[in-house]
Every structure is written in structure tokens, then in C-alpha cells.
């Protein structure tokens, strides 16, 4: 017998979800994606783009097989974050496409805030735990808190992104122009993807829309202060330098 979705409409909505070693979340977190967006009357689907050998990968086909509205990409050698959106967005067929993280730190119920945005001629919307109407549920160790606001001082100075308070934020959406022409310059494999790509929707002269979010820090620890802020000290320097053929979307 045909699965329920097997004549599943063509996607409003595609969700990439970025995945690193997450066995022990992504079950939980795909299922949590998909009661909500079960409920919504437009097609969806989500592409979960996973590296690492601990069974993410297994894990997330496993969760609903013969549903083509999910899909699994990725390898056991790590490719970056930045390589496994940009995958998932060139494969992607919505009219709006974006990403959340595995480890599900903001619900992707609030995709509900930045829908109208994104319907109502915005180019991007992002989720952000920086403007007025976020709602911390969970928040950092005080030194995480600090180590944040002071990166985000100095992204917005040296890369050129004054008006953007919470560059980060694993929620970010864009209309399907917008998507493929950012990811087919984006070059960053790393967690400065980010950066990268809202440096380059400045540059394409697309707008911007930051609407706050719900987010709760998980306590991971996995992140290496030292060498993370080295890494992403290079990554950053090589997105100020970065030269690209643009096109407007």
C-alpha cells in the first residue's frame, strides 16, 4: 500500500536540518517537526544533511521510511555545518527553504513568526535571541552569554552587518530565489556559514528580517573555546577577504 505521502503536493516548505553526531536527539526532534508540520495545510518536506559515524544517518532514515517527504544526505567523514546546509538547500524543491538545528534549540512552531515576513516581501527572515520579543527559555553559562555579545560586536564591525544583532541563531529561512543564489556562492564548510550569508545578502542587496524566536540551550559542551575561536577567527577573516560573481536573486 502507498504511503500517506506518496502523492504528497509539490513542498511549500523545505526545512534542511543539519546534523552532527546528534543519535540521541534527532528521532526526537524529527518527530517533533513532523507533528507540526503534519498539521499545516501546505506540502512540506525536510532534508536532514548528516555527517558522523554514531548512527545519525541510520537513525533519521529509519524514522520514516517510504515518506518522501524526508530525506537523508551526508557522510561519516565531518564537512562542516556550512557543506551540509549548502547541500540540502541545491537539493531542495520548496518555495521556502531553510534550516534548524538537530538539536532543536528553537521549535520550528515559531516558523509561524517568520512565515508573514517572508510572504510579505522579505527576502530572509531570521530567527534571533537578541530583539526585544525572544524568549529565552534556557539560557547560556554567564561566560557563553559574554563570549556571544562579544562576537557579535566584533562580526558586526568587521564583516559589515551593523544591523543584524544575532548572526547565530539556528533558524533562518529565505524564498527559494534567495536560497539558491546565496548558497551557490556560499563557500564557508564551517559554523561561520552564518556570517557568510548574511555578509553576501548584503551584498545582493536582499532584505532582512530578524524576528525573535523561543531558544534553550541544551547545555552541550562539545564546542572547544580555544580551538573554536581560533577556527572561526580564520573564517571570519576569509569571508571579509572573499570576493564573489554576483547575481541578484
Not at 534549540?105 to 525572544?134: H, M, N, Q
Not at 532582512?208 to 571570519?236: F, H, M, Q
Request: with cysteine; net charge positive.
Amino acid at each position: 500500500m502507498a504511503s500517506p505521502a506518496s502523492h504528497a503536493p509539490a513542498p511549500r516548505l523545505s526545512v534542511i536540518v543539519p546534523a552532527y553526531n546528534e543519535a540521541a536527539t534527532i528521532a526526537t526532534t524529527l518527530a517533533a517537526m513532523r507533528n507540526y508540520l503534519d498539521a499545516q495545510p501546505w506540502g512540506y518536506e525536510v532534508i536532514v544533511s548528516a555527517d558522523g559515524s554514531d548512527g545519525t544517518r541510520e537513525i533519521a532514515a529509519a524514522f520514516a521510511p517510504g515518506d518522501s517527504r524526508f530525506q537523508v544526505i551526508g557522510s561519516p567523514e565531518r564537512g562542516g555545518k556550512g557543506r551540509g546546509v549548502r547541500a540540502g538547500v541545491l537539493r531542495a524543491a520548496g518555495d521556502l527553504i531553510g534550516f534548524i538545528d538537530a538539536d532543536y534549540k528553537t521549535p520550528i512552531e515559531d516558523i509561524d513568526k517568520l512565515l508573514p515576513f517572508l510572504d510579505g516581501g522579505y527576502d530572509v527572515a531570521i530567527g534571533s535571541r537578541r530583539t526585544d520579543d525572544a524568549r529565552i527559555e534556557v539560557a547560556q553559562p554567564l561566560y557563553r552569554r559574554l563570549g556571544s555579545r562579544v562576537f557579535g560586536s566584533v562580526v558586526r564591525g568587521f564583516i559589515g552587518l551593523p544591523k543584524v544583532r544575532d548572526t547565530q541563531c539556528g533558524f533562518k529561512f529565505f524564498t527559494r530565489a534567495a536560497a539558491r543564489s546565496l548558497f551557490s556562492l556560499q563557500r564557508i564548510d564551517g559554523y561561520m556559514f552564518d556570517v557568510e550569508i548574511l555578509r553576501l545578502c548584503r551584498l545582493l542587496n536582499l532584505s532582512i528580517a530578524e524576528v525573535g524566536v523561543r531558544w534553550r540551550d541544551d547545555g552541550d559542551s562539545r564546542y572547544d573555546p580555544v580551538r573554536g575561536t581560533i577556527k572561526n577567527a580564520r573564517e571570519l577573516l576569509r569571508i571579509r577577504r572573499m570576493r564573489y560573481e554576483l547575481k541578484a536573486a
